[in-house]
């Protein structure tokens, strides 16, 4: 029987408001060495004008914002990452790498993290800078069952050596994910909380049991305008 390369969706939200690093993102993601991906992005720009720019790079691109949800950035969010997941299931794509747009991964990210062999496997990028720069990691917490304590709960006495490991998670800047997983678990808004989508998504994992991973040695570059230029130690 001859083997199938699994397809992989590139994917994740975007806004005009990291316009400032996309055409570096966009040849990073375009030398990815993994012979089968393709790209999505899901824009919550406050207009389609940006989605417009990034079809040029030969992305397909979804503008989502509209009346219902133009005046709530965690609405908009939550619809970004659900309309990825739907658009992976749709087109029948057997991964997705879910890839925030200021997150700079190597470019066989791809076929280091699938050949873990995991359901959720994530890499590792930094969430501050200089003295108090620290990797998006939140493990498990041993004396809790109270995911609002265990998410917050910190990366203290976790080893970070190169070793895939499961915690409660790394986030989802650069994460690969299974079909059987976008499956199950959509992305979600709960209206009232405060809980961007990301946090509400591992919740639903962690309360169903479903392990999710990380490699400890993939960090990724991280560069948010907010607090400069992450990660870069690391290339």
Request: aromatic share 14%; with cysteine; proline share 4%.
């Amino acid at each position: 029987m001859k083997y199938r390369l699994p397809k992989v969706l590139v994917c994740g939200p975007q806004s005009d408001v990291k316009k400032y690093c996309f055409d570096e993102w966009a040849e990073n993601v375009n030398n990815f060495t993994y012979p089968n991906y393709d790209v999505f992005l899901a824009d919550n720009s406050s207009t389609s004008e940006f989605s417009e720019y990034i079809k040029t790079k030969g992305f397909k691109c979804i503008n989502i914002t509209n009346e219902e949800n133009k005046d709530s950035v965690l609405k908009r969010l939550a619809l970004s990452h659900e309309l990825c997941r739907q658009y992976a299931l749709r087109n029948k794509y057997d991964y997705i790498l879910h890839l925030e747009t200021d997150v700079f991964p190597p470019v066989d990210v791809i076929e280091r993290l699938m050949v873990e062999g995991k359901d959720i496997v994530g890499a590792l990028y930094q969430l501050s800078d200089d003295g108090a720069r620290i990797p998006m990691l939140n493990r498990i917490s041993s004396n809790t069952d109270d995911y609002r304590v265990a998410i917050y709960g910190g990366y203290n006495n976790f080893m970070i050596d190169g070793k895939v490991k499961q915690t409660l998670s790394a986030g989802l800047g650069c994460v690969l994910i299974k079909k059987k997983i976008l499956k199950r678990f959509e992305f979600r808004h709960i209206e009232g909380a405060s809980w961007f989508p990301d946090v509400v998504w591992i919740n639903d994992l962690y309360r169903s049991g479903v392990p999710y991973y990380v490699h400890t040695g993939i960090i990724c570059p991280h560069k948010n305008s907010f607090w400069g230029v992450f990660g870069k130690d690391y290339k």
